[in-house]
């Protein structure tokens, strides 16, 4: 009698588990075992989307996946064929998690919690069989000589006979794993931070906390990396959506310049030539009134005082008597505000890293180890990465379905 593949799963997260759950059902009697190295499965899961875990994305508006998928992009394109976002929400309801669309195209259950789905797949997980065992952090893979997989964990244990094995860590950490890794001949990129708010010392600026526009554009002036989004104003710095894709796009860039750079902010978030006829209809209309008292509709009251605090200019100044010297210098400020980004936020508040095994070390089609047979890797583990919005998350779904089959 054929003898039961026996998988190892190194990464209790939702690629991870995700991965687990396909193999069992489509290979019954594969037995499979799901290592994490904390104590709570689906840890990051359950915190996506503010708990209420936003599972994937409509994709609608996006022309070129490169557009949220800064690494990994061509690598996903090709498998979105064989597991794409519509192919996740038919996955889920046919496990009894329905999904919604918000006008932002982001797709969450409609449950409304992250909590219901880590325990439907929790819950699956066990009904399938497949054991999970916490508190087990992986340190090295070895490879013995009838080609089977030994794992030795960080208390010294060594579990083996594994004929498949799958990293599905998460973001990556230099850690002993990443060092076994490198020692079995995969190429590793050098993980760094990437998804966080940008820190900026000024009194001033600190003052505005809690301000935020909802159409702001960033960027690093001299440059590729420009975002657009909502930007909000936190206690040391700059946070928002756009900030956070900007951190995607320029991670690696960040990172070798120790996260401090110049920072160019575009309050309204149009072009200067359109901010300058905004401006000069405010001023034809509200010519008799100060300066302060009537400003662009998307900034609010408080904003505007500190961007003609930014500008120099008297908030009593009429509008008649603003002069073609200070109207420019205003613009420059609401289109073109400079600031020096000091270092990234120290709250911890990024969940991903760019970074982890090289793409080049992988087959395109089964994310298996182009050197190392029956080894494979899913989700973060990979040099992939996305912007907000759930994309990360459908990165994880599509590598683990991808994998699954690959094994079966």
């Known amino acids: 009698m054929e003898q039961a593949p026996k998988i ?32 709570q499965p689906l840890h990051k899961l359950a915190m996506t989307g503010g708990g209420r875990c936003n599972i994937t994305n409509t994709f609608e508006g996006v022309a070129a996946l490169q557009q949220v998928y800064p690494r990994g992009y061509n690598l996903l394109k090709k498998l ?44 699956t997980l066990n009904r399938l069989g497949v054991w999970m065992l916490t508190g087990r952090k992986a340190t090295a893979i070895s490879v013995e000589n009838d080609g089977r997989f ?6 010294d244990n060594i579990e083996g006979n594994y004929d498949s094995v799958v990293i599905a860590t998460g973001g990556w950490h230099k850690d002993a794993l990443y060092e076994s890794l490198e020692g079995l001949g995969i190429e590793m990129i050098a993980p760094v931070p990437s998804l966080f708010s940008l820190k900026v010392k000024s009194n001033i600026l600190t003052n505005l906390m809690g301000a935020s526009v909802e159409n702001a554009v960033v960027q690093i002036p001299g440059q590729k990396f420009r975002a657009e989004g909502g930007l909000m104003v936190t206690h040391f710095g700059f946070s928002g959506p756009a900030v956070l894709k900007l951190s995607s796009y320029a991670a690696r860039h960040l990172a070798e ?15 200067e030539d359109a901010a300058r006829t905004s401006m000069s209809d405010i001023v034809d209309v509200n010519s008799r009134k100060s300066v302060a008292s009537a400003h662009p509709r998307d900034i ?109």
Request: proline share 2%; aromatic share 10%; charged share 20%.
């Open 300 to 408: 609010t009251q408080r904003l505007w005082e500190y961007l003609l605090n930014r500008a120099e200019i008297d908030p009593t100044t009429k509008y008649s008597e603003l002069g073609k010297k200070n109207l420019n210098k205003l613009i420059s400020t609401l289109t073109a505000d400079l600031y020096h980004v000091s270092g990234r936020g120290q709250f911890k508040d990024e969940f991903v890293t760019c970074g982890g095994v090289s793409l080049n070390s992988v087959n395109s089609k089964t994310l298996e180890s182009k050197t190392v047979p029956h080894l494979y890797f899913t989700g973060e583990a990979l040099d992939i990465d996305a912007i907000t919005g759930g994309y990360n998350l459908q990165g994880c779904w599509t590598t683990g379905y991808v994998v699954a089959k690959a094994i079966c």
């Open 8 to 39: 190892a799963i190194i990464g209790g997260g939702a690629s991870g588990v995700f991965c687990a759950i396909n193999i069992k059902e489509t290979c019954p009697k594969a037995d499979v075992t799901v290592f994490e190295a904390g104590f």
């Open 150 to 155: 030994s794992i030795k964990f960080s208390d």
């Open 80 to 123: 979105f064929h064989e597991f794409d976002h519509n192919s996740t929400a038919e996955w889920f309801a046919r496990h009894g998690i329905q999904l919604y669309a918000q006008d932002d195209c982001r797709i969450f259950p409609t449950s409304n919690s992250a909590a219901k789905v880590c325990d439907t797949l929790l819950s």
């Open 257 to 271: 310049n120790n996260h401090k750079c110049d920072l160019l902010v575009n309050w309204l978030g149009v072009t």
